[in-house]
């Protein structure tokens, strides 16, 4: 498991050092992208949402956008082990949007599809 989690780590910090940025032109096609997808799918929740206190590199970022695509987590599931008292999709909606004030127009318009697909999962405004 350390692994993983190291290896996640490195993948961010190489993806922004190459300026690969999370809703970024193409970042689908990218090969590093997909090593950190496949990374975040075999890590368990838990882990990946310990990523929310890591602040350099996109971490918390990405963690935010594998968690509500791949764990589509319940409205009322809380932060085990960080915070009972906020809920993981909460924190990831939060992250997301400070995120998005500092997103290029190509990022904004791929995050604003994207978002559209999460929200009308979870039947949020």
Known sequence: MTQLIENFMVLCKNMYLAGLKPFGFDISENSNYAKLKTIAEELPLRHLYGFFLEHQYYMNLWAAIFILD????????????????????????????????????????????????????YHLT
């Open 70 to 121: 791949k764990f589509k987590p319940a409205l009322e599931e809380t932060l085990v082990g960080l915070n009972d008292k906020l809920t993981i999709v909460g924190n990831c909606m939060e992250i997301l949007k400070r995120h998005a004030e500092d997103f290029d127009t190509i990022q904004l318009t791929n995050y604003d599809v994207w978002i559209k697909k999460i929200k009308t999962h």
